[in-house]
């Protein structure tokens, strides 16, 4: 946690309605920080369904390990989240401290070890002594109410300046239900995924296949658009649960209710990802990169991650300085099909170049002022296509490089 | 140009012989600079064999163009370089002050357009005016001199602090040879080539073919092993030219005087693509990265590239931080088959990490000590295979930031 607050950050919190049969909570662990919380839990009255995606790292964390293998069943009673140690790269005694986890949290929390899913975020190759969880999961137990969802956003922070928390609701057949997430994230954010954790829990009963079918298909263009520096963790994890509440969960994916929930998580997986960007380390802009015209979707957003993660497109963004030169470069590199003279771009409504040359009408002050901006559009055509993808990134500022060449995370 | 010079710039300057047939020379011809030399030609004698690798930028310059079509002729009299304006996305303009300046040095300098081969470095998408080219092309025919190989290197500087000279000197069968080499480069540096130029000049008559096969070979372990950035330039161009003197060119790959010059080919890109990344912007730490134990060559460069670029290790070499985990997210991230269990670390002769977790005889003190050298050597065993590749790259700091954040490149 940093003392100063992102410029990006949200100018208020969005109010987190209770979901039934789901409380949660955090206390102090001392794992890494002290006075702050350090461990939280979400913990389902009732079985909840459960879906998940993962880093694709070759190198993941235990704890990463543990969710993939348990996500295999479906069902969950509790996720049990540690900030201060990530648990990767710590071999067998990593192995070991996941399996004493589970077991503390398994008979805390009444269930079975194939119930509890681990989320661990901060420093990589530092063994977590597992002790330290299962001593404070009494008190957790005790702690744990179904309004305390802001406090467990802030409880698995680590150089993330602001909590990260988003809520729909939505109404079928006169029933409204809900949908809350959490996240944190602001280094380490590259595709696919980032040093990010995100937990969602809904109130309709919807079956694991179905969570895990609608997660997937809305992470390409929320959590998979974003980066900070490129860098993949170890130990991202996406949870997405369904609290049924001993009710039977939906199994049509066409049933009106599963619509509306695969909206309101496109809406909330959106707000969460860009806020991970607006809290991206050292970050002072925000950076919309939109990519048209490119031969195919996935061309198109390779071109967009080229520009999004080059030092020299985001340094210069820093510097509010609407060097599009950057910007053909970045395109240049990308190894997709591109054609110099075809290549337009803006900068907002601005057109700074076009066919291959600068806009003979381009206005230097214009496009300064767009620079000045938060909030950053930049969008290139690459003139042979219709393939198209949008992604998100922040500026390069010596802050980054301060934070993340002074704290070891 | 930088007014302070990279505290890892070497102590000082190879002397350059002259090489018989060949010269050199600058002027200020006042493309975007002030008070300092920005037009180099180097000029041939009688017609020398050319060879040249270019930039693999989807977007390239107009002049790697024109070098790129002449390179089939295999015959060069001169080559014409300006610093201040890549002429690059400059679309039809471009092509025109390429063919323009062409032009008048084949007028100049008496010899064929496809003889004349062109190279243009600094800010993009600028047109570039051939004329200020051809007015002074005149004074720096009277400049052109045998012994001005620093002054050269000198004026086609950008961002660079030092200049980058090299030589070798080869004797077969009692008569002495040379190859001399310079290169521009700072930034913008990452395969394949970089924001870099380079012209190396023997005296040793070789076949242009023979050339082209000992640069082609010669490229992959130097300028294509560097890093500063992950950024490709539009321009990257480096020419090999024999300077026969109106001998007849050695056609035997095998012939002893070529194996010899492929020798000093391989050293003296070697040391100008490692004063590239000495120079690399804002360094203050160089970064060897050698990955053993990969499934295969091709594997093992993707692995040290993926740790060579990455911003969170960079960062962490800039604070002098022997911080292991963010080369094990590295190597997780650069898709290559990896075994977290079966990874080994070292920073210089300390094994910082082995079979998957923090190596038990590890000594924090000791790691530090590397770290705290001008020159660091990273070494990673992934224990799965034979492959291995070396790469060089340098800190990220905030120097980097405030070069790339303010100057318009």
């Not at 790269?89 to 986890?101: C, D, P, Q, Y």
């Not at 340094?315 to 030169?325: F, K, L, M, S």
């Not at 009408?361 to 055509?381: G, H, L, N, T």
């Not at 802050?399 to 995370?409: K, P, Q, T």
């Amino acid at each position: 946690m940093s003392a100063k607050i992102s410029p990006l950050a949200p100018a208020r919190q969005p109010q987190m309605p209770a979901i039934a049969g789901v409380r949660l909570g955090s206390v102090e662990a001392g794992i890494r920080y002290r006075n702050r919380t350090d461990l939280s839990a979400i913990v389902f009255d009732h079985p909840a369904q459960v879906a998940g995606v993962f880093t694709r790292s070759k190198c993941p964390s235990a704890p990463v390990d543990w969710c993939r293998k348990n996500l295999a069943g479906g069902r969950a009673r509790c996720v049990v989240i540690n900030s201060g140690n990530a648990n990767a790269f710590t071999g067998k005694l990593g192995v070991a401290s996941v399996k004493e986890s589970a077991r503390s949290a398994s008979e805390i929390f009444g269930c079975k070890k194939g119930e509890v899913f681990l989320a661990s975020t901060g420093v990589i190759g530092e063994p977590l002594d597992a002790s330290r969880i299962s001593a404070a999961l009494p008190a957790l137990k005790q702690k744990v109410r179904e309004d305390q969802w802001p406090d467990v956003a802030s409880a698995i922070m680590t150089t993330d300046t602001f909590a990260k928390l988003s809520t729909r609701s939505f109404t079928v057949e006169g029933k409204t239900w809900h949908l809350n997430g959490i996240a944190k994230g602001a280094g380490m954010i590259a595709p696919d995924m980032a040093t990010m954790l995100s937990f969602l829990v809904t109130d309709l009963p919807v079956d694991a296949g179905i969570l895990q079918g609608l997660l997937s298909k809305n992470i390409g263009g929320t959590f998979n658009a974003i980066t900070v520096d490129s860098d993949t963790s170890t130990s991202d994890t996406v949870l997405l649960f369904s609290a049924c509440n001993g009710e039977k969960p939906i199994r049509d994916a066409r049933h009106k209710a599963v619509k509306a929930l695969g909206k309101a998580l496109g809406e909330v997986l959106h707000e969460l990802a860009l806020m991970v960007v607006c809290d991206g380390e050292g970050a002072t802009k925000q950076v919309e990169i939109k990519v048209t015209g490119a031969k195919s979707a996935k061309s198109a957003k390779r071109v967009a991650m080229s520009i999004a993660n080059s030092p020299l497109v985001k340094t210069a963004i820093a510097g509010e300085d609407a060097n599009w030169g950057r910007i053909v470069m970045a395109v240049g590199k990308a190894g997709e099909p591109a054609d110099r003279d075809r290549l337009a771009i803006w900068f907002g409504d601005i057109r700074v170049a076009h066919e291959g040359q600068r806009d003979g009408a381009y206005d230097e002050a214009a496009a300064s002022a767009v620079m000045k901006q938060d909030r950053i559009p930049v969008r290139v055509d690459l003139g042979l296509g219709k393939g198209e993808a949008t992604v998100w990134t922040c500026d390069l500022t010596k802050e980054y490089v301060a934070i993340n060449g002074d704290y070891r995370s």
